[in-house]
């Protein structure tokens, strides 16, 4: 259960901490107030997509968090459990969002991506959206929700996720069944490439150390000769050397006979510049030592560069790319060569595959006929209810050709809105308002059937009024009796209903706008529900018929 929403400098919402209850919430206000900001700030704590615009003028960020109860909702505990994200039964979570558009989720205050964020928000949250009957046009979304409302929607995630592994199996040994005079002929190019590769034997590094033996070698008069130069200079050069140079200093240093920091200090740099140039010296005479002037080697790692490049321009690549080249050759070639026995075992893995996918999509065809005409039955009576005594629903189910991701049929709701008419597909359906009502009717129905604890219906009752309005505020309180329901409404008779009644306000000073949500009291809501009945003017009338809704005598 959502036990509070807390807003700071989210759209035109400075401050806002809302505590909220079981039961049914309703939410209203004047168009234009900004009903729908809780329900935004609610969504990007659940991962939705966020902007930098979300943030209000002149705040450096937004920051949005949601704290729920999950007690009842082991599925949301062992997700958290699962994800190392448990925090003593807490379930917290924060949006934040800064003018520059850069966003983070946090769940119990440890950084989380927004799709698990999402993944999360499924068992916490379901939102029914005024624009649902648009999504009620799609097949897809038929198949949803039968499996939402069969309860198997894991299952039907195991069918899709089995069907995958089946085809992709079915997939690779059509590949290997399929080897043609072109694939042989590719296998005896490898062959002659991989054994050309083999016999040049190259070793691990040993192209860098070639090429800086081969810069040594065809300098090593050059280099001799400087080193030669560079040590004679440093200590062999019996008249001027820098070690002899560097002592008579340390000599003229210690003639001074001072105590002075500054004389101690250069005393102790020139005998550090001393043995660095000793060791500079030796280093170098070894370095000499390994230098030699070798025409033969010279020529023969020559050849053997000549030889490595030569493959590799053939093959159009660095000499760098020759080892990787070599491998991924031999790796195509293995899998070219699968023997008999390994196609036989993969056919028998496809067909083991196939197997497993039928099994769970036969199963799954047996719940969704199950729940299918239980689905029609208390559809159909929802509708009744809603202003359409004529109305029949039925779930199609038809049989696919091929089987699919989705299983063994298609699925899509029918409907006679008149006696005497055949059943028509929803997208048939010319009037928006019937829409509406086939939706709002679905909607409930599956509601009643939703493990998520807490559902939002946003305008849900757009295109409906008077008595129609007073039912689906009923059929709204009944889901709010075993479940918490926040509802967006513009009709007093559904937030007449409410257990509790949010009123949504703006208001505006020289530069800035506001928007805030109070709790109202009885009287309150009184003037409320009159508003929402007279408009602006409320009359004694008006306020005597929100009475009578509301029960107060």
């Excluded at 759209?11 to 505590?19: G, H, P, R």
């Excluded at 999504?135 to 996720?161: I, M, P, Q």
């Excluded at 001074?256 to 660095?276: D, G, H, K, W």
């Excluded at 070894?286 to 093959?315: C, F, G, M, T, W």
């Amino acid at each position: 259960m959502l036990n509070q929403l807390t807003i700071r400098d989210f759209a035109i919402v400075e401050q806002l901490d809302l505590e909220l209850k079981q039961g049914m919430t309703v939410v209203s206000g004047e168009t234009g107030a900004g009903k729908s900001i809780m329900l935004d700030a609610l969504g990007l704590t659940l991962g939705d997509r966020a902007e930098a615009g979300a943030v209000r003028h002149g705040a450096d960020k937004a920051d949005i968090s949601a704290s729920f109860n999950i007690d009842t909702i082991p599925e949301a505990a062992q997700w958290l459990t699962d994800n190392d994200l448990d925090n003593d039964g807490e379930c917290i979570l924060r949006r934040v969002i800064t003018k520059e558009g850069r966003s983070r989720c946090y769940i119990n205050g440890r950084p989380t991506p927004a799709g698990q964020v999402k993944l999360l928000g499924e068992h916490l949250i379901a939102i029914h959206g005024q624009h649902e009957h648009q999504r009620l046009l799609k097949k897809d979304h038929h198949r949803e929700l039968l499996d939402n409302f069969a309860g198997e929607a894991k299952l039907a995630s195991k069918v899709r996720e089995t069907y995958h592994d089946w085809q992709k199996l079915a997939q690779e040994l059509k590949q290997l069944s399929e080897q043609s005079a072109e694939q042989t002929a590719r296998v005896q190019l490898l062959s002659y490439q991989i054994e050309e590769l083999d016999q040049l034997g190259l070793q691990p590094d040993e192209l860098k150390q070639l090429e800086e033996e081969q810069k040594t070698l065809a300098n090593a008069g050059e280099i001799l000769n400087t080193g030669h130069q560079m040590i004679n200079l440093a200590s062999d050069n019996e008249d001027n050397n820098c070690v002899q140079l560097l002592n008579h200093c340390l000599h003229l240093l210690t003639d001074i006979q001072s105590e002075s920091p500054s004389v101690r200090q250069a005393s102790e740099m020139l005998n550090s510049a001393l043995i660095q140039v000793e060791e500079a010296s030796t280093e170098i005479r070894h370095y000499l030592d390994r230098v030699e002037i070798n025409p033969e080697r010279q020529q023969e790692v020559e050849e053997r560069l000549s030889s490595i490049y030569e493959i590799a321009r053939k093959h159009r690549i660095t000499p760098e790319q020759l080892a990787d080249f070599h491998q991924s050759l031999s790796n195509e070639l293995a899998n070219l060569n699968r023997s008999d026995e390994e196609l036989e075992q993969l056919a028998e893995d496809v067909e083991a595959a196939q197997a497993v996918f039928l099994k769970l999509a036969d199963k799954l065809s047996g719940k969704r006929a199950q729940a299918a005409k239980k689905l029609s039955k208390l559809v159909d009576q929802q509708l009744h209810s809603l202003g359409m005594p004529s109305a029949q629903i039925s779930v199609d189910l038809s049989t696919l050709e091929k089987p699919s991701a989705s299983g063994l049929e298609e699925i899509e709701f029918l409907i006679i809105t008149n006696k005497g008419q055949p059943a028509k597909p929803l997208a048939k359906i010319a009037s928006g308002g019937e829409l509406s009502r086939i939706s709002l009717a679905i909607q409930v129905i599956t509601a009643q059937t939703s493990t998520t604890p807490t559902l939002i219906f946003d305008e849900v009752d757009v295109g409906i009024g008077g008595a129609i309005a007073e039912v689906v505020g009923r059929l709204l309180r009944q889901l709010g009796e075993t479940a918490q329901i926040l509802c967006v409404t513009h009709q007093p008779q559904v937030a007449s209903q409410g257990h509790q009644h949010l009123f949504v306000s703006k208001r505006s000073d020289k530069t800035k706008t506001h928007t805030r949500i109070d709790q109202l009291d009885q009287d309150n809501r009184i003037q409320e529900i009159a508003r929402m009945l007279g408009g602006i003017d409320i009359t004694e009338r008006s306020v005597e018929h929100a009475r009578e809704m509301l029960g107060v005598v």
